[in-house]
């Protein structure tokens, strides 16, 4: 899958995206509410490389999307299936100098219009730690509604988290557009 909005290209990830990936993925900030630590430069190579065989969105395979501006990638989508039939999950993380410009807005809300249109999803739902409040604010924007808010039910990092569930359906997104 590869498809340009007004600012970005969005494309599967290339070799020589690392250093760009790296400089998303190097710092605690980023990774504050991820499931991962921040990348070392002794873990990027193999974490990279995971992204790069994530080519294709398949039911058993997960697709990870470099957000490319000018010549930097500057975001990383991810999609993949749920157990639920026609149903992905998506998430996201954008470099800090990429903050506050509409970036990751454009580039999700573009990536939702893909699945709903071109792969004929029923449901999108992303899943964050409830602490992470732009990454909620970017699932409001996009016209995702807030579905579930979890106490205290996942361990990561060595504490017990809360989670929020967002959601839109295919006939959410077409009422929109």
């Not at 899958?1 to 993925?25: A, G, H």
């Not at 605690?28 to 969105?57: I, P, Q, V």
């Not at 991810?78 to 903050?99: L, P």
């Not at 409040?133 to 970017?138: D, E, M, R, T």
Request: proline content about 1%.
């Amino acid at each position: 899958m590869e498809f340009r909005t007004e600012r970005l290209l969005i494309r599967p990830f290339k070799s020589t995206d690392l250093q760009d990936v790296f400089n998303i993925y190097k710092n605690d900030y980023t990774c504050r509410y991820l499931l991962h630590d921040k990348w070392t430069h002794e873990n990027m190579k193999g974490n990279f490389n995971k992204k790069l065989e994530n080519s294709a969105l398949t039911k058993e395979t997960m697709l990870s999307l470099a957000a490319v501006h000018g010549t930097r990638v500057i975001g990383d989508l991810s999609v993949w299936y749920t157990d639920m039939k026609d149903t992905v999950e998506i998430g996201y993380s954008f470099s800090n100098e990429a903050s506050g410009r509409g970036y990751a807005t454009e580039a999700v809300s573009n990536l939702v219009k893909k699945l709903f249109v071109e792969f004929g999803v029923h449901r999108i739902q992303a899943s964050l730690d409830a602490r992470n409040n732009p990454s909620q604010k970017l699932c409001e924007r996009i016209g995702m509604r807030k579905e579930a808010h979890f106490i205290q039910d996942y361990w990561n990092k060595d504490e017990w988290t809360d989670s929020i569930v967002y959601g839109m359906l295919r006939s959410d997104f077409n009422l929109r557009n």
